[in-house]
């Protein structure tokens, strides 16, 4: 294809949804960088003031602006892949060019390595491959799954595999009943928020419906930036027609007729998985006008984040869809009133909404009942580090975090036993000793001080040096805070120098009551979920291992 | 009548419980502003009431009942039945640091006066909570434009705290856009496009920035040049005499010499803005080249002081041999944008009456 000019590009892009993501990306992938240039025909385009656009560019990480760009490989250098040398294959790529990435969410893989739209895996820079996203094992436990109870079956990321496997039996059901019997099921069911804040999701849904405004929308949250978390990636590659269906049947049950999936840059072949399903789905009356001759209208859109973890929170998920700086927002008011161009919309994440198809088809009852004890429900875990067999396991909600960690994933690797676990990705800092025991619930998770989040958890064994992990943990947060609100932007800059020992010496007492201090302000006053759940990795290192931070602070490795 | 009063007794007050003290207050109201109206002295970093409410710097948190966390009061509207604390220990302690958070990330929290209106807002802070105490030490945050090749706006950006009041006056009130904020977290920093000069770039040099930026990071340039001349800062309360919206200004003067000039936040035409000329063209008043005598080219072809009576009649032969020799239409009369509506008003009645033409203009419609 010859070189598209700067107008085709905007002719092409300016009139759709949700614009500047995609029109960016044109000019990234046609030049592999972002010019000057590039960035004056876009502002003139969109109408947007350049030095905003210009500010809003260097917000996205994976933006390049200088040659080679995009086809230098970025390197995941995560809590996970440092423990793999990740640091070590990227000093072996600096010669091409590399540079570090954070967690790219492939962490029950080897180090992700993305080069250009591919994203390769390996433990050297000779032995890089390009495969699949891997495909979760058969429960270990043999219990009842929902979102991965058909992802196994031959063919079911086609639309032929998908309908052959039970899919849209869901929608069809719910298409001959009404919006309000789905947010009953919804509700029902149990099912809550599995991004990260565990919100009802029936609840959300009856919100949207309810609230004035047009058009409203689903959007659904791909931007699976929580490190260690590899859930969705997984889903949409090897499940894409569940997102869609679940997408929608949130548009029927709220009455929206536009969706987008906001997808994060990590994931160059999701977007092409998501992207032909979408074809496939428009293309067989699925997606569309007039849904399988139901009268529903619902289109949907797939939208590529540019790196940057904080585009996972909402409103700043929704700031990044309309061309803004990607701020969080504001809250009150939330996004099922004031969302995508101040319209009522749902904000779902992958899991929630892969779920909802198996709760519509199976019923309410049949998923409450799946979860152990009071619990209701199954959710997805991420499981990552220092043990035999990490990968993603569906469980029951309340099962004992050493039955994941022994039986279902093989124990520790041979020799050694687990020091930490974390929660929620990092957002929930570690959990070590005694705390070993508990139950995957909110409930026992959060008499801990900790919870369960989006279900990542990372495992460090007894080699490892637990300063260090939160270190690296703390510089996660410290790169991808906004700079909005002062406790997080100072914040986690002065608790990761606290951590590498790049500040002037300090007693323990000092030490301790800064990072006290510093911890109980962000926990307290930051503005958004970022700056709260950063201080958890600090407090819960404290709890856990202050022998450990007392060699740190003596200058022993 | 009677129905009126019964209206206002529907039309139930609302009313929140602040600090203990059951104060009423308007639909859409922020805590903010109750409190404010209500003398609490909320501190605040990223405030300007003129300016939507951004809530970055978390110093205006206040406690509301039945909310596990506090809240930003400048960002969360007030509630019928909101039970309010705005001054709890908790709050004060994380107030404190707070500010010591910020004044780690700064070169220095003590800068001139002449730097701007609102230049000591952090200063004043920090001795407030006497959070002067080297705690927090570590890496500094932004980089120092002071290269920037204009005379107005110095760009100390060592001392810039991230509040982007900057940004947003520059959006909201000038709609110039010219400046925003690049990159994340602790390397935010506030640029140009492409980080160029601001005379690149969509600046009008109103100085607006400047006016609003709490800690002197961004300076009047033209101000800072008298910062060792001797003597208390004193303002005086003026109209600008350039134009005729009328905008209220601060002169800042230095013993006899005028060093500067602010906007007047409570200006009613104006409300804290100016355009370059109001802000920063102030050194004409005592510039020794002023001409303070009219002065008429004499034959030497050489410009000469006279007296006033002499000048107008001079002026007015001028134009009277114009007109006799070229017709009416030869004369064009354009009123000054700074003269007042009397003054332009007799002007024009100048150029219909006296020369019988409609040739007449104002200088604010080019
Ligand atoms: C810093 C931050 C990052 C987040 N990242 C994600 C994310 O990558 N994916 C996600 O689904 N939710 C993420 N969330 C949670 C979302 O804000 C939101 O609660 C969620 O998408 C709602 O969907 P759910 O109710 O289905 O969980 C994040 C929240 C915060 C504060
Ligand atoms: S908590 Fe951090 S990420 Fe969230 S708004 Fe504040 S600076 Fe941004
Ligand atoms: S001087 Fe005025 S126009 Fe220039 S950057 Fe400042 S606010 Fe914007
Ligand atoms: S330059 Fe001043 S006004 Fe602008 S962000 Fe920095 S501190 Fe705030
Ligand atoms: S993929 Fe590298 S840490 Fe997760
Ligand atoms: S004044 Fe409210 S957050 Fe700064």
Redesign the interface.
């Known amino acids: 294809m010859p070189r598209q000019s700067n107008d085709e590009l905007i002719t092409r892009w300016k009139d759709e949804p949700a614009p500047l993501l995609p029109l960016l990306h044109a000019f990234h992938n046609r030049d592999g960088w972002i010019s ?1 240039e590039s ?1 004056r025909a876009v502002s003139k385009g969109l109408k947007i ?7 809003t560019v ?2 996205y ?1 994976h933006f390049s602006r200088e040659k080679p760009g995009k086809s230098a490989p970025r390197v995941c250098t995560g809590n996970v892949c440092c423990l793999h040398g990740g640091n070590e294959l990227l000093e072996s790529l600096k010669s091409e060019g590399a540079t570090a990435m954070p967690c790219a969410g492939r962490c029950d893989d080897m180090i992700p390595v993305i080069i250009d739209d591919k994203a390769f895996v390996g433990l050297t820079k000779e032995t890089l491959v390009h495969r699949a996203t891997p495909m979760p094992v058969p429960n270990p436990g043999g219990v009842t799954e929902c979102v991965f109870s058909k992802i196994r079956e031959e063919g079911r990321a086609t639309l032929e595999g998908y309908r052959s496997s039970g899919g849209y039996r869901g929608l069809e059901k719910a298409l001959a009943a009404t919006p309000q019997d789905v947010i009953d099921a919804v509700s029902e069911s149990k099912l809550a928020g599995r991004g990260g804040a565990g919100f009802p999701t029936g609840v959300k849904w009856k919100a949207v419906a309810d609230a004035p405004g047009d058009p409203k929308c689903i959007v659904c949250n791909a931007d699976e930036g929580e490190p260690g978390c590899f859930k969705d990636r997984t889903l949409m590659d090897h499940d894409p027609f569940a997102v869609i269906e679940g997408m929608t049947l949130a548009a029927f049950a709220t009455g929206a007729p536009l969706g987008f999936i906001y997808l994060r840059y990590e994931y160059p072949e999701t977007e092409a998985i998501l992207e032909n399903a979408i074809k496939d789905a428009r293309a067989n009356g699925l997606l569309g006008e007039n849904i399988l001759g139901s009268g529903l209208t619902f289109d949907l859109y797939v939208r590529r984040g540019a790196g ?1 973890y ?1 585009c996972g929170e909402e409103g700043s998920l929704l700031n990044s869809l309309e061309g803004k ?1 990607p701020f969080p927002r ?1 809250k ?1 008011p939330f996004p099922v009133t004031h969302g995508f161009n101040d319209k009522p919309t749902a904000v779902n994440n992958v899991e929630t909404l892969a779920s909802v198809p198996h709760i519509i088809a199976n019923g309410a009852a049949w998923y409450r009942d799946l979860g152990l004890g009071e619990n209701a429900g199954t959710k997805v875990i991420s499981l990552s580090g220092d043990v035999q067999r990490p990968g993603n396991y569906e469980i029951p909600i309340g099962l004992p975090l050493q039955t994941l960690l022994n039986d279902w994933a093989g124990g520790p690797l041979p020799g050694r036993s687990f020091q930490a676990v974390t929660m929620a990705g990092l957002s929930g800092g570690f959990l070590g000793g005694e705390n070993l025991n508990i139950t995957l619930d909110d409930p026992c998770i959060k008499s801990k001080g900790s919870f369960l989040g989006a279900g990542g958890i990372m495992v460090f064994d007894d080699s490892r040096n637990m300063v260090d992990a939160a270190h690296d943990a703390m510089e996660f947060y ?17 608790m990761t ?1 606290r951590l590498n020992g ?3 010496k300090l007693t323990k007492e000092e030490w301790l009551a ?1 990072m006290n ?2 911890g ?2 962000m ?5 958004c979920g970022l700056g ?1 759940a950063a201080p958890h990795v600090t407090e819960s290192l404290m709890r856990y291992f202050p022998e450990q931070i007392e060699a740190h602070l003596n200058g022993e490795a | 009548m009677i129905s009126d009063l019964d209206a206002q007794k529907t039309a139930k007050a609302l009313i929140l419980t602040l600090d203990g003290e059951e104060v009423a207050f308007e639909p859409g109201e922020t805590i903010y502003e109750v409190a404010e109206r209500h003398r609490r002295e909320i501190p605040t970093l990223c405030y300007d009431e003129r300016l939507e409410a951004f809530g970055a710097c978390r110093l205006c948190i206040v406690e509301v009942e039945g909310i596990r966390n506090p809240v930003a009061s400048c960002t969360t509207k007030a509630a019928e039945g909101m039970i309010v604390k705005t001054k709890t220990d908790t709050i004060e302690k994380h107030r404190k640091t707070l500010l010591e958070l910020v004044a780690s990330e700064n070169r220095s929290v003590d800068v001139n006066q002449l730097s701007g209106y609102a230049s000591q807002e952090l200063k004043i802070l920090v001795d407030r909570y006497d959070a002067r105490t080297g705690r927090f030490a570590g890496k500094k945050s932004g980089t120092s434009n002071t290269k920037d090749k204009n005379p107005f706006i110095l760009r100390d950006y060592d001392n810039c705290i991230s509040c982007y009041r900057c940004v947003r006056v520059c959006a909201e009130r000038e709609g110039d856009y010219a400046i925003n904020v690049m990159n994340r977290g602790f390397n935010t920093q506030i640029i140009t496009e492409f980080n160029n000069d601001l005379r690149d770039s969509e600046c009008t040099f109103c100085g607006q920035c400047v006016q609003t930026c709490p800690t002197g990071a961004l300076g009047d340039r033209k101000a800072l040049r008298d910062s060792d001349t001797e003597g208390e800062i004193r303002k005086t309360r003026t109209i600008c005499p350039y134009c005729g919206v009328g905008c209220s200004v601060d002169m800042l003067s230095k013993g006899d010499k005028i060093v500067g000039v602010q906007p007047a936040m409570d200006g009613p035409a104006n409300e804290g803005a100016l355009c370059i000329k109001g802000q920063f063209a102030f050194d004409f008043i005592q510039n020794a080249d002023r001409l303070k005598k009219p002065m008429i080219r004499r034959e030497d072809g050489e410009l000469h002081e006279c007296e006033w009576e002499e000048a107008l009649d001079f002026a007015a032969a001028g134009f009277a041999k114009v007109r006799d020799k070229f017709g009416r239409h030869s004369v064009y009369g354009i009123a000054s944008g700074r003269a007042p509506h009397e003054a332009a008003y007799t002007m024009q009645k100048y150029i219909r009456a006296t020369y019988g033409t409609n040739y007449i203009d104002n200088c604010s419609r080019a």
């Open positions: 000057e960035i003031p350049l030095a905003e656009l210009f500010g260097t917000f990480h940057a904080i700086h504001n009150p410290a790169h991808e805070s906004c700079g909005k609100c002062f406790p997080c932007r100072i914040g986690t800059q002065r120098e790049s500040t002037p800064e201090d510093i109980s302000t926990k307290s006053t930051s503005a709260m």
